[in-house]
């Protein structure tokens, strides 16, 4: 059983910043990708960041430059550092992990940029 556990979601004023973890835990074997995805309310879900095992990072468009992506090996861990956050970041935000196995999603964390 695998487990996906996030945290690090909440209030935040426009202009704010938020980190975001993932810890994988479980029978999880040969991880080759870690991510973070997102969904407003009547939105698609979409790429936020993602990053390999060989460290290829990739960024959505609308965050490039505000958000980094990091990932520890050794831990089994994600995050996402979100900065100069904006009311159209608003949205939950998954994570998502790949194995040569499966992939994996969490439940979710709530992201609200408000004033």
């Known amino acids: 059983q695998v487990q996906l556990v996030e945290s690090g979601g909440g209030l935040v004023q426009p202009g704010g910043s938020l980190r975001l973890s993932c810890a994988a835990s479980?029978?999880?074997?040969?991880?080759?990708?870690m991510g973070w995805y997102r969904q407003a309310p009547g939105k698609q879900r979409e790429l936020v960041a993602s990053i390999t095992s060989g460290d290829s990072i990739n960024y959505g468009n609308s965050v490039k430059g505000r958000f980094t992506i990091s990932r520890d090996n050794a831990k089994n861990t994600v995050a996402l550092q979100m900065n100069s956050l904006k009311p159209e970041d608003t949205a939950v935000y998954f994570c998502?992990?790949?194995?040569?196995?499966?992939?994996?999603w969490g439940q979710g964390t709530q992201v609200t940029v408000s004033s």
């Open positions: 998502n992990v790949r194995s040569t196995r499966a992939s994996h």
């Open positions: 479980g029978s999880i074997f040969s991880i080759y990708f």
